[in-house]
């Protein structure tokens, strides 16, 4: 009798920890359900595919925020390394197709050279922060705003347009394409549609999903198996701890912020791809906000040792639907802003009042 | 030890980068410097014929200096505009350094620069503050000079009533809600007037795009069959337009037009509906004939622009001016030039180049 009381209290309190743990993915289930009544058409596969494909940049951003943060770090320049990322790549683009090369080499010059210039900011960070003691805090919100100085000398404050073809289609392409009872593609939509009939062209699976879920399966992988993640964890644990454990964490937190500063990076040569014109990051973006919210949504602590990337996905996901589904619902723009501050705040509010649990 | 090293090398490579774009900078201004001294040089020559000239035909003779907002291709247009209807007039004309950035801040002291010398009868301005530029404006035209502000006025814009800002001859500019109607005229024409349509704005605290949006709801309330079904604020950013329009598509699958106000917000909307695959189904109006959304125009991706007259501005302010200097006719206080509209159709018509800003 007694035991049996335990194994039933020890089973829900394990129920409730799991609960607890999961407490945001809960939530995004809550929420799908609200607003499958209240949106019109919310509760669609076409919905889904665009909140999942409209949210890439913030996913590559919130990984990235993830591995800082667990660290016990905070990353405020990978909103304007985008920016940079974005720019410069575009305006490579630009120049090498404007000078007749083909649109497959000036695209893959500009991305390349995109992405790896855009380690350069995470690398002095690193050196900044381990070698020169200065708070991660002070010394990204510099580099950020050098970042965004450089950004905006190079393109003085406007998009960089006249890219070369085939990048939209690239960036919001799909798997297949069917259009009901007539024609089935892969990869381009069939040849010959009539204006009239692309409202009713059904596309599953953007060519983002299947890209993000390459990156996160990665990342994810990192974190979770290998030596890389758990000294992750470790420093953020305790830094002295893992000195003593003889970790080189110096060379370890280089390596996290160099990496963070590449995703960012990354999510700008995306950025490219989704919209076709290189974008600079404009102050009222807060991209890097609003990543760091996402992973502190999943579940991670601003001082460090905790998070996971499902969590900080998860996190994305809630903060995507919760604009969506309100739009959807007829919320005015102005009262979404408060929304989602309230749901943003109760939502944490929830998980801070289950500690123990975790 | 080995960080020791690392860190050196990447000091030396910053090191260098920082040099060879010093360098090149200099080097672009040095000679940028180089060709206005000549240009001016030239200007000098030539304005000193037109002096002499003039002075043979009349007694009297007048300057007319132009103060721009910032150096972008609508300002220069502007200018391109009042220098030649000052030629055309036998009047001196002289321009003012083109701030590189928005703002009372650049503007003021190059104001105060290009004024030093005196001997100017009359300054055309585009005031890039409602309420910084009349104190430096009004210490001007305490001295004798009358002041015409183009493109951007003082206070309230309305010069016909007695107050501490009403001193200008003339705001020569851009009607924004007027622009809008006419905008809303123009997309129900493309749309047959029938069909659901949604501004994409951009900020709710900037009058000009606040103004383009109340002109063209109340256009679109003209026509019974239209609706219009909201308008977003994107901030100026196009991710988030691109957001909104997608959004929007998915709330009113059957969606007929969209206004984007600017070129952040047009790019942006456009993207939703490429990413939606109705691109031509749904059509896209826009403002100002930039070189970006012209092409964009060719590409199909937008189906309207309008243009405004930075030329004509231009030109209608010198001869306010000069009519008021010369005959002593006093102006309108408010003189606003007509938009040309720029369609797939008309776009490579060359007597719609000249409505090109570049």
Redesign the interface.
């Known amino acids: 009798m007694d035991t049996n009381k335990n194994s039933i209290l020890s089973l829900s309190q394990s129920l409730l920890s799991i609960l607890a743990r999961n407490w945001a993915l809960l939530f995004v289930l809550v929420l799908i359900l609200i607003f499958s009544f209240t949106?019109?058409?919310?509760f669609?596969y076409?919905?889904f595919q665009?909140i999942f494909?409209?949210s890439t940049?913030y996913l590559l951003l919130a990984s990235s925020e993830t591995f800082v943060i667990i660290t016990g770090g905070i990353d405020l320049s990978v909103g304007f390394v985008m920016g940079l990322s974005s720019v410069l790549s575009a305006t490579i683009m630009r120049e090498l197709h404007a000078a007749n090369f083909t649109p497959a080499l000036s695209i893959s010059i500009g991305s390349i050279v995109g992405l790896i210039v855009c380690i350069i900011p995470g690398?002095?960070n690193g050196?900044l922060i381990t070698?020169y003691r200065v708070p991660p805090f002070i010394s990204t919100l510099g580099m950020g705003g050098i970042a965004s100085g450089i950004t905006l000398v190079m393109c003085e404050g406007?998009?960089v347009?006249?890219l070369p073809p085939y990048l939209?289609g690239i960036g919001?392409g799909y798997l297949i394409y069917i259009l009901p009872g007539k024609a089935i593609s892969f990869f381009n939509?069939p040849e010959g549609i009539a204006?009239?009939e692309?409202?009713n062209?059904i596309?599953i699976i953007p060519n983002s999903l299947m890209f993000n879920f390459i990156i996160i399966f990665i990342l994810w992988h990192i974190l979770k198996n290998t030596k890389f993640g758990q000294h992750t964890y470790a420093i953020g644990g305790s830094m002295d701890a893992a000195v003593r454990a003889g970790i080189n964490t110096?060379?370890h937190l280089i390596i996290i912020y160099t990496l963070s500063s590449f995703l960012a990076g990354l999510a700008g040569v995306f950025?490219v791809f989704?919209?076709?014109?290189g974008?600079f990051t404009?102050f009222?973006?807060m991209y890097e906000l609003i990543a760091i919210a996402a992973v502190i949504i999943g579940g991670a602590s601003l001082m460090g040792g905790k998070g996971r990337i499902f969590g900080s996905i998860i996190g994305v996901i809630l903060l995507r639907i919760i604009?969506?589904g309100l739009?959807?619902s007829g919320v005015d723009?102005?009262f979404r802003f408060i929304a989602v501050g309230l749901i943003l705040i109760v939502a944490v509010v929830i998980d801070q009042l289950f500690p123990d649990l975790l | 030890m080995k960080?020791k090293k690392s860190?050196l090398w990447?000091v030396v490579l910053?090191l260098s980068i920082a040099m060879v774009a010093v360098f090149s900078l200099a080097g672009c201004k040095a000679k940028a410097a180089a060709e206005e001294e000549a240009a001016a040089e030239e200007e000098a020559v030539e304005e000193e014929a037109v002096k002499e000239e003039v002075e043979e035909v009349a007694e009297e003779e007048f300057t007319i200096l132009y103060v721009s907002g910032i150096a972008d291709p609508f300002m220069y247009m502007l200018g391109k505009g009042a220098k030649a209807k000052a030629e055309e007039l036998g009047v001196n004309f002289l321009e003012a350094e083109y701030a590189k950035s928005w703002g009372p801040e650049a503007q003021i002291p190059i104001l105060e620069a290009a004024t030093a010398a005196g001997g100017i009868d009359l300054i055309i301005v585009v005031p890039t503050s409602t309420e910084a530029l009349i104190a430096p404006l009004k210490k001007l035209y305490d001295q004798g000079i009358a002041i015409i502000t183009a493109d951007c006025f003082l206070g309230d814009g309305d010069y016909s009533v007695e107050s501490n800002y009403s001193f200008p001859l003339a705001y020569v500019g851009t009607d924004n809600k007027l622009g809008g109607l006419q905008i809303a005229d123009h997309m129900a024409e493309m749309l047959g007037e029938e069909g659901e349509v949604f501004i994409q704005n951009t900020n709710?605290d900037t009058s000009s795009v606040v103004a383009r949006g109340e002109g063209f709801t109340e256009g679109i309330a003209k026509y019974p069959n239209m609706t219009l079904v909201g308008?977003?604020?994107c901030?100026?950013?196009?991710?988030?337009a691109?957001?909104?329009t997608?959004?929007?598509l998915?709330?009113y699958?059957?969606l007929a037009g969209v206004f984007g106000v600017n070129?952040?917000s047009a790019?942006?909307a456009y993207?939703a509906v490429?990413?939606a695959?109705?691109?031509?189904?749904v059509k896209i109006a826009s403002w100002d004939a930039t070189p970006?959304l012209i092409?964009?125009l060719k590409e199909g991706k937008v189906d309207l622009v309008l243009a405004q007259k930075p030329y004509e501005v231009g030109q209608l302010s010198v001869e306010a001016g000069y009519n008021y200097l010369a005959n002593g006719i006093e102006p309108d206080k408010r003189i606003i030039p007509g938009f040309e509209f720029f369609t797939a159709e008309n776009v490579d018509d060359p007597d719609m180049q000249q409505w090109i800003y570049q």
């Open positions: 949106g019109i058409n919310f669609s076409k919905n665009n494909h409209l940049i690398l002095i050196v070698k406007f998009p347009t006249f939209t919001n939509r204006v009239e692309l409202r062209l596309r110096n060379k950025n989704q919209t076709g014109i974008n404009p009222t973006a604009e969506n739009h959807l723009p102005f | 960080m860190l990447i910053l709710p308008e977003e604020w901030l100026d950013v196009q991710q988030t691109q957001d909104q997608a959004t929007i998915q709330k699958p059957d070129l952040f790019q942006g993207q490429v990413n695959g109705l691109t031509g189904v970006d092409n964009a």
